[in-house]
C-alpha cells in the first residue's frame, strides 16, 4: 500500500505563474518530507525539505508547506519557469531513519 | 565532487539471462541504497548498505535478487535468472549515513529492458 501518495499525474502552468504540487501521506509517524525533482535519463536530485516541527520551509522560488493535521504537504515554485518542467517526487522518512517513501510523481509541463 | 556513478546506463537482456548492475558512491558516503523505479511509480527501496553491511533487505527479493559492497564502497547489484518484470530503471543512492547528512544522491539509474 502506498504510504505517500501524489494524486496528480501531470500539471500544466504558464511561464511565470505559480506551480503548486500536492502530497499526501497515510503514516502519522513520517516526520521528515522531501521534494525530488527528476529530469528524464537522470537520477532524482534533492530540491527542499521541511521538518515535522514546521508547516513552511522557503528556498528562493521554491516553498514547501505541511499541514500535519491534514497529513498533506505542498510544493509551491513562483514564478514557475520552463527549466523547471521535471518530474517532482514527494517523498517521506520516519524519525531516525535513513529508507524513504516516494510518491509516483507530479510531471510539471511549464509553458513558454 | 562527482556524484553517483552507475553502469551501464542501459541493459537490454533476454529473459532468464542473468544480469549485473554496478554502483560507485560518493567518496565518503557510508550508506548505500539500491531502488526500484518502474514506469510511472516512484523508487522503491530494494536493499540498503551501512558500510559492508546490508541492514535492510526486506524488499529484495531474494530468490532471484543478490548484493554485494564487499569493501564498503562500490556496489553491485545481480538479477538471475531475470523475468520480464524486472524491466524497469534501477536506481543507486548514497548518503553520508549520519543524522546531518542523511540526504541522498542518487545516480542516473540503469534501465534494464527483459525481453
Known amino acids: 500500500d502506498q504510504q505517500v501518495k501524489q494524486n496528480s499525474p501531470s500539471l500544466s502552468v504558464q511561464e511565470g505563474r505559480i506551480s503548486i504540487l500536492n502530497c499526501d501521506y497515510t503514516n502519522s509517524m513520517f516526520d521528515y518530507f522531501l521534494w525530488y525533482k527528476k529530469y528524464p535519463a537522470e537520477g532524482p536530485t534533492f530540491l527542499i525539505s521541511i521538518s515535522s516541527i514546521k508547516d513552511k520551509n522557503e528556498d528562493g522560488r521554491f516553498t514547501v508547506f505541511l499541514n500535519k493535521s491534514a497529513k498533506h504537504l505542498s510544493l509551491h515554485i513562483v514564478p514557475s519557469q520552463p527549466g523547471d518542467s521535471a518530474v517532482y517526487f514527494c517523498a517521506a522518512r520516519f524519525s531516525g531513519a535513513n529508507n524513504l517513501f516516494f510518491g509516483t510523481g507530479t510531471r510539471l509541463t511549464v509553458i513558454p | 565532487e562527482a556524484g553517483v556513478v552507475q553502469s551501464p546506463r542501459y541493459k537490454i537482456i533476454e529473459k532468464k539471462q542473468p544480469v549485473a548492475f554496478w554502483c560507485n558512491p560518493i567518496?565518503?558516503?557510508?550508506?548505500l541504497y539500491w531502488y526500484l523505479q518502474n514506469l510511472g511509480q516512484g523508487p522503491e527501496l530494494l536493499i540498503r548498505y551501512e558500510n559492508e553491511e546490508a541492514v535492510d533487505d526486506s524488499q529484495l527479493p531474494k530468490d532471484r535478487f543478490s548484493a554485494e559492497r564487499l569493501k564498503g564502497v562500490d556496489s553491485t547489484l545481480k538479477i538471475q535468472p531475470a523475468e520480464l518484470g524486472d524491466s524497469a530503471v534501477y536506481l543507486c543512492?548514497?548518503?553520508?549515513?549520519?543524522?546531518?547528512?542523511?540526504?541522498?544522491?542518487f545516480g542516473p539509474g540503469t534501465r534494464l529492458t527483459v525481453l
Open positions: 567518496s565518503g558516503h557510508n550508506t
Open positions: 543512492a548514497s548518503s553520508r549515513g549520519d543524522r546531518i547528512g542523511r540526504e541522498q544522491f
